[in-house]
């Protein structure tokens, strides 16, 4: 008796959930006019792929050009470091990371959208293990390559047409 209280409780809950509207944090709702797009950029690289993959897990169907399908153009990343601190001697102690990209899309009968995607991150300078600092910024350029991609998807779920 008790177990069905409680399952008849869980579902009545879960509908009012389902019926006012909410949604799991992540799941992308992207507009029906995107759910086939075409995918611009140097398709051989990590972040192309990336956001490829994304695009497919929000359940966006990847067509080639035929002009009437909305095109997404992805351009190449940037990275630059800049010198955040340095110690009594004027030796960098810290770097910033910025890393960003640019992404337009382009419906039919719609003017063209330009985003940006920009992220700043720091690292430590360990001049005597050059090996760990050079792998730092590795995995801190992966997780931004991550980052943005989630980003792009993100940004294209709130666009309205």
């Given at each position: 008796?008790?177990?069905?209280?409680?399952?008849?409780m869980?579902?009545?809950?879960?509908?009012?959930?389902?019926a006012?509207?909410?949604?799991?944090?992540?799941?992308?709702?992207?507009?029906?006019e995107?759910?086939?797009?075409?995918?611009?950029?140097?398709?051989?690289?990590?972040?192309?792929?990336?956001?490829?993959?994304?695009?497919?897990?929000?359940g966006?169907?990847?067509?080639?050009?035929?002009?009437?399908?909305?095109?997404?153009?992805?351009?190449?990343?940037?990275?630059?470091?800049?010198?955040?601190?340095?110690?009594?001697?004027?030796?960098t102690?810290?770097?910033?990371m910025?890393?960003?990209?640019?992404f337009?899309?382009?419906?039919?009968?719609?003017?063209?959208?330009?985003?940006?995607?920009?992220?700043?991150?720091?690292?430590?300078?360990k001049?005597?293990q050059?090996?760990?600092?050079?792998?730092?910024?590795?995995?801190?350029?992966?997780?931004?390559?991550?980052?943005?991609?989630e980003?792009?998807?993100?940004?294209l779920?709130?666009?309205?047409?």
């Amino acid at each position: 008796m008790f177990t069905r209280i409680k399952a008849i409780m869980l579902l009545s809950l879960t509908l009012l959930l389902t019926a006012c509207g909410f949604q799991l944090r992540g799941g992308d709702n992207l507009p029906p006019e995107l759910h086939r797009l075409v995918l611009a950029g140097d398709d051989k690289t990590p972040f192309y792929r990336l956001v490829s993959a994304r695009l497919l897990r929000a359940g966006v169907q990847l067509v080639e050009a035929d002009g009437a399908t909305p095109v997404l153009t992805i351009a190449p990343l940037g990275q630059s470091n800049t010198t955040a601190s340095v110690d009594t001697r004027a030796d960098t102690l810290e770097y910033a990371m910025r890393f960003g990209t640019r992404f337009t899309l382009d419906v039919p009968g719609e003017p063209r959208q330009a985003f940006n995607v920009a992220f700043n991150r720091s690292f430590l300078d360990k001049s005597d293990q050059a090996l760990a600092s050079s792998r730092e910024q590795q995995q801190l350029r992966e997780q931004m390559e991550h980052e943005a991609a989630e980003q792009i998807v993100r940004q294209l779920s709130r666009l309205s047409f």
